[in-house]
């Protein structure tokens, strides 16, 4: 990145550090039963819900304590259950016909990051009916109150229950990208480990990780506060501690419930202090491929983490600390952390290399990362399109194999 362009970066990012105490953030309230919800919408005076979810949460039965707790409360619930993963702009505006169609006052998000981002982009559409999704795209372009949002999470990493970020494809383009706004902040989360216990291995070691990639990211950044420090740590502990017990036995109600936590301090902590290039180039690869988010997350890690050297050393150092990891001195520490980050997801059958990575698709997808990442996320090394170029090689296939033929 040329020098103009890394001043111009790291002022923008100041300035928001600078923000953050006079800027409207917020956690969620915390429910610890969807047998919560009725009494919140009767005492709200709301009587006809919408509830966005995906077919295969809803299949697997996951939806139904809620919807026959709510219709027998007297609340009506129109049911949008089409959503896919890496949500897209055509399941939006579905929803939000569904949502006008039926009278709704208040909006559902059931399932995964997918679900949760979609019934936020749907809020956002609620409040602004004559803006399309492609002008929210970026931060601070809501602004406007959108309708009661609850989050109920059956995944534990999206952390997309405690954030004020929505990531949407749109459906013409393949064009994936985040709409940043405090007003998409949930305000009630659900975290029930029961609605995670049917979740399959892969999903678990997915979105765990996910969940761990936002709390790194955050912490080694160069934004964060005293609040943010210390979730991101916390989060960083119940993972390494919990994931694979997560992992290995689906009835250990203890270890999902402290990932469903880890995956919400995690999130409370990118919210305030933004992530970094693992998130902007997965995020590319999931418009493009359709690569699942956590997935795409989790192959990247470790060679983004490892790319930034000595910058990251220090940050990575305290990490390798606070789960217990030792080492001489800070780069000992940082690279035996990432060295475990890799021992752990071999152990959760992560693959090394994402293989529907195309060579002449990558000057492209780096350029979506370069406009997502810069000037926003206070990354510890600054990289432009060109230079971020490199991550999509160091994970595809073809180039791992032609450089060990």
Same mark, same amino acid.
Request: include cysteine.
């Given at each position: 990145?040329?020098?103009?362009?890394?001043?111009?970066?790291?002022?923008?990012?100041?300035?928001?550090?600078?923000?953050?105490?006079?800027?409207?953030?917020?956690?969620?309230?915390?429910?610890?039963?969807?047998?919560?919800?009725?009494?919140?919408?009767?005492?709200? %005076?709301? @009587?006809?819900?919408?509830?966005?979810?995906?077919?295969?949460?809803?299949?697997?039965?996951?939806t139904k304590p809620?919807?026959?707790?709510?219709?027998?409360?007297?609340?009506?619930?129109?049911?949008? @259950?089409?959503?896919?993963?890496?949500?897209?702009?055509?399941?939006? &505006?579905e929803a939000r016909?569904?949502?006008? #169609?039926?009278?709704?006052? #208040?909006?559902?998000?059931?399932?995964?990051?997918?679900?949760?981002?979609?019934?936020?982009?749907?809020?956002?559409?609620?409040?602004?009916?004559?803006?399309?999704? !492609?002008?929210?795209?970026?931060?601070?372009?809501?602004?406007?109150?959108?309708?009661?949002?609850? #989050?109920?999470?059956?995944?534990?990493?999206?952390?997309?229950?405690?954030?004020?970020?929505?990531?949407?494809?749109?459906?013409?383009?393949?064009?994936?990208?985040?709409?940043?706004?405090?007003?998409?902040? +949930?305000?009630?989360?659900?975290?029930?480990?029961?609605?995670?216990?049917?979740?399959?291995? /892969?999903?678990?070691?997915?979105?765990?990780?996910?969940?761990?990639?936002?709390?790194?990211?955050?912490?080694?950044?160069?934004?964060?506060?005293?609040?943010?420090?210390?979730?991101?740590?916390?989060?960083?502990?119940?993972?390494?501690?919990? =994931?694979?017990?997560? $992992?290995?036995?689906?009835? *250990?109600?203890?270890?999902?419930?402290?990932? =469903?936590?880890?995956?919400?301090?995690?999130?409370?902590?990118?919210? %305030?202090?933004?992530?970094?290039?693992?998130?902007?180039?997965?995020? /590319?690869?999931?418009?493009?491929?359709?690569?699942?988010?956590?997935?795409?997350?989790?192959?990247?890690? +470790? $060679?983004?983490? !490892?790319? $930034?050297?000595?910058?990251?050393?220090?940050?990575?150092?305290?990490?390798?600390?606070?789960?217990?990891? %030792?080492?001489?001195? *800070?780069?000992?520490?940082?690279?035996?952390?990432?060295?475990?980050?890799?021992?752990?997801?071999?152990?959760?059958?992560?693959?090394?290399?994402?293989?529907?990575?195309? &060579?002449?698709?990558?000057?492209?997808?780096?350029?979506?990362?370069?406009?997502?990442?810069?000037?926003? $996320?206070?990354?510890?090394?600054?990289?432009?399109?060109?230079?971020?170029?490199?991550?999509?090689?160091?994970?595809?296939?073809?180039?791992?194999?032609? #450089?060990?033929?």
């Amino acid at each position: 990145m040329n020098r103009v362009k890394k001043i111009y970066c790291r002022i923008f990012q100041e300035a928001f550090h600078i923000a953050i105490p006079f800027l409207p953030y917020r956690k969620p309230r915390i429910l610890n039963g969807m047998d919560e919800l009725p009494r919140l919408f009767l005492d709200k %005076k709301i @009587d006809s819900v919408l509830l966005v979810t995906d077919k295969s949460i809803r299949g697997f039965g996951l939806t139904k304590p809620l919807e026959d707790g709510l219709r027998n409360a007297g609340i009506k619930v129109a049911v949008y @259950d089409s959503t896919v993963a890496n949500p897209t702009t055509d399941n939006v &505006e579905e929803a939000r016909q569904l949502y006008l #169609a039926s009278g709704c006052e #208040a909006i559902i998000g059931f399932g995964g990051g997918s679900s949760i981002d979609a019934a936020k982009a749907v809020g956002a559409r609620i409040a602004y009916p004559k803006k399309p999704l !492609s002008r929210m795209e970026g931060i601070l372009k809501v602004l406007r109150r959108i309708p009661l949002l609850v #989050a109920v999470p059956t995944t534990a990493g999206t952390g997309s229950e405690t954030t004020l970020a929505s990531v949407i494809v749109d459906s013409g383009t393949r064009h994936k990208y985040p709409i940043n706004s405090f007003p998409l902040i +949930p305000r009630y989360a659900v975290l029930d480990p029961e609605v995670t216990r049917t979740l399959p291995q /892969s999903i678990t070691a997915t979105t765990g990780l996910d969940a761990l990639t936002h709390a790194v990211e955050a912490f080694i950044g160069r934004s964060t506060t005293k609040d943010t420090r210390r979730d991101a740590i916390e989060a960083t502990k119940l993972i390494f501690a919990n =994931l694979e017990k997560a $992992y290995r036995d689906g009835n *250990d109600m203890d270890a999902r419930r402290a990932m =469903l936590k880890a995956a919400f301090l995690a999130g409370s902590a990118f919210t %305030k202090s933004y992530v970094g290039y693992v998130h902007a180039v997965a995020h /590319s690869l999931g418009g493009r491929y359709n690569t699942p988010h956590g997935l795409a997350n989790a192959v990247l890690l +470790p $060679y983004v983490l !490892s790319y $930034y050297g000595k910058s990251a050393w220090k940050k990575l150092a305290i990490l390798a600390d606070a789960v217990g990891i %030792k080492g001489r001195d *800070d780069e000992e520490k940082a690279m035996a952390f990432i060295t475990e980050i890799r021992r752990m997801e071999h152990e959760l059958r992560i693959p090394e290399t994402l293989p529907e990575i195309r &060579e002449e698709d990558i000057e492209e997808l780096s350029g979506y990362a370069d406009k997502e990442a810069n000037p926003l $996320y206070p990354v510890p090394m600054l990289m432009d399109a060109k230079e971020l170029e490199v991550f999509y090689r160091m994970v595809a296939a073809e180039h791992r194999i032609t #450089a060990t033929a």
